[in-house]
């Protein structure tokens, strides 16, 4: 089974900015995607981003699009999320996947399916 580790997390004030890394172990085959959630206290988790294998194929949250960035390395089996005038909205544990399912536009990576999401790794904003 695939496993993932996010790590880049931490404190930063509002305006300011966070790159967070995820590495995938456990790929044995080629085309998969990788994507970011996140869930607030008291909220539903909701999908950041997702990424395509060759990362011509991405989706942004609505309320991200703009500040926030996705890349991956294959080589390296990881993606980034560089996260640019970050909100205190912003706050929540941030969650990684890779998995087989298709990223595009829509979104519909997020709903298709159930997914396996790491550890996480926090992210708060203060204002």
């Known amino acids: 089974q695939v496993q993932v580790v996010e790590s880049g997390g931490g404190l930063v004030q509002a305006g300011g900015s966070l790159r967070l890394s995820c590495t995938a172990s456990g790929v044995t085959v080629r085309g998969y995607t990788m994507a970011w959630s996140r869930q607030a206290p008291g909220k539903e988790r909701e999908g950041v981003s997702c990424?395509?294998?060759?990362?011509?194929?991405?989706y942004y949250l609505d309320s991200v699009e703009g500040r926030f960035t996705i890349s991956r390395d294959n080589a390296k089996n990881t993606v980034y999320l560089q996260m640019n005038s970050l909100k205190p909205e912003d706050t929540a544990m941030y969650y990684c996947?890779?998995?087989?399912?298709?990223?595009?536009?829509?979104?519909?990576?997020?709903?298709?399916?159930?997914?396996?999401w790491g550890q996480g790794t926090q992210v708060t904003v203060s204002s």
């Open positions: 990424i395509s294998w060759y990362g011509d194929s991405t």
């Open positions: 996947a890779a998995d087989y399912v298709w990223c595009d536009r829509s979104g519909d990576y997020f709903t298709a399916r159930d997914h396996h």
